[in-house]
Structures are given as C-alpha cells and as structure tokens.
C-alpha cells in the first residue's frame, strides 16, 4: 500500500524534525530537567510542524526513559500512549469543535488523573477559533491546572487570542522552513525512497511549498505519482501550473525593452503550451517583484528563495530597469489579478495590460 510521504516522514523524535532548532532544544531541555510549564502556545503558519512537535513533547513528557528529551517508544507508557483509544493525549480542532461545551468537558475530564504516565496532555490545534465564552472556560483551566495537566495551544493567528491566555502561556514562534532546509529534507526523502529526481524539480517544489514541509510533500506526492516514481521538471511544472522560468524572462524582456509584439507572442506562446492564463497572469506579478526584490535587496538570495543561477539571471535582467519602471509593472500586472477570475476574455486583460506596461503611465521614460 502507499502511503504518502507527509505521513510516512511524520518525526517520531526532536531530531527528525526539520527546522525549528530554537523551539526542539528548549523542549528537549525541558523535558530532561524536568522543568515543565502548564501551558504552551505554539504559533506560526501550517505547515511550519506544529501538531509534530507538540506530539513528540507530549510523549516525550510521560516518557519512562527519554532518550536525549525526545520519547523512546520502547517503555511500556511509550507503547500505550500510542494505542488509538489512549486518553491520556487529547487532540482537539477548535476549528470544528469551538463551543463552549466541548471546553467544558475538557474542565470536568483534566480533573482525572492520566492512566499511563505522569501527565495528560490537551493538543489545541487552532485555538483562536474559539468562541469569546469557550475562551473563558479555557482561562479557567489555565488559571489552576491541576499538577498533571499540560496544555499546548496551537495557532496560525496568535493576534486573535486574548492577552489573558498569551499571558499564562509559554509562547514559541515558529517560522518557516529554509529552502535550504527543505531542500536536503526532500532530496534524503526520495534517496530513501529510491525515487529518482532531477534537481531543478526539487528546487520548483521547495519553491512553491514557500517553507511548509507539509505543502512540499504533498506536492512531492503528487509529482512521483504523475511521473509513475519518478520527479521530473516537466511533472512538477504540470503540477503546479508554474510557468516555465524561461517564459518568464522572456516575456520580462520583451517588456523592459519596449516590444509590444513581442509580448503578444510570449502571451500566445504560454496559452499554446496549455498555461492557465491566470496563474500566467500571477507569475508575471511575482516575476516583477522578484527582479525589484534582487535589484534593490543586498541579501536578495534569502528572500528570492530560488535556485542561484535564476537569481544571478534576475540581476542581470534587474539592471536594465530603474526600481520605478519595476514598481509600476509589479503593480500593472497585479491590477489585473482579481478581475481574471471574472473576465470572460482572461486573455485581453492580460494583453491591455502588455499595452500599459510599454505605453502606459510612466513606465518608459520616452
Ligand atoms: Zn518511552
């Protein structure tokens, strides 16, 4: 049976997680000295291992022999807590279950002592979608836990919680995946898995997955399945409906040197080679901002998030422009983006906006 790669490659331990370092360290410590708080909340966007973490830390916590502060999944604790009908580690969606009385329960239930280890652990996944008297339920149990309870909070908008639960909570921020992390991530996932890639297909992943390791598997998935095991370029792009780097630079030419035809011909060319005219439309915003990005960033490669060849190709292509003539196409061809989805002729707006970007409000100095 196959089972996809996010599931298979879910980190069992502190180590096996990508990234994060700051927050894996600080909990591992925690554990092995024992020093443990009540309330966690970790916050930061999907995809960034949130739910991972707080899994291993809620194992790790009733482990009976950790091994360097992560569970060992050998100890007879470590055996039940893995059981499916185990209670000792909830999960719990506010997202599908944010009413008051599920809270509730979670006050009458933190009363009973754990069965198996030392702690029962409450995983809140999205807890800012919790209504205002669920919050005041939950505020009740953060104000006295009892000695057995930990509870970690998770959240992608940390903004909407009130400052009287961010108060009594130990907060971690977690931030995106490097690309050069999530590179090596995939690269060791397919070597395991025998999977035979070209590298340009793993940098286009890593650049759309835009630091979620979940997204980049998922993605990767999808692209081994195509490709019948095997991750080429020309799958990856078929699955993210990417346009072909070179298209872009192509196009960017043909506008930054006044070739209105030119253009045109990009344009046919991208629609004749089945591109979503759309996502087209949306990679030539991105592609404006990438060329503003490398001409006026000193550390263009860290935001860029692109192979280095493509970023030494968008300085040079950056050099012929003025930062003003690379604002005002960034924004021309972002304009247009909210009404594609509506236009009956997708393909005209994109065209009227060739016009404007060569003829039009400034762009070129005549
Ligand atoms: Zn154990």
Known sequence: MYQALYRKYRPRTFDEVVGQKHITKTLSNQV?????SHAYLFSGTRGTGKTSIARIFARALNCLSPVDGSPCYKCEVCKALSEPNCMDILEIDAASNNRVDEVREI??????LPTNGKFKVYIIDEVHMLTDSAFNALL????EPPAHVVLILGTTEPHKLPQTILSRCLRFDFKLISPTELKQHLISIFNKENINYEDSAVDLIVSAAQGSVRDMLSIADAVVSLGGGVASYSNALSILGATNQEKLFKFADQILSGNLGGAFEVVDEAIKGGINISVFAK???????NLLVAKTCENCEGILNLPAEVVQKMKDQAKDASEEELMFLMRNFSEI??????SLSPRTLVEVACVKAISGDGSKKN
């Not at 006050?107 to 009973?112: G, S």
């Not at 009740?140 to 104000?143: M, Q, S």
């Not at 990679?283 to 901002?289: M, P, Y």
């Open 140 to 143: 009740k149990t953060l104000e």
């Open 107 to 112: 006050r009458e239930k933190v009363k009973f």
């Open 337 to 342: 983006e909210p009404e594609l989805k509506y």
């Open 32 to 36: 092995k000295k024992g020093e443990i």
């Open 283 to 289: 990679d030539l915003t991105v592609h404006f901002r």
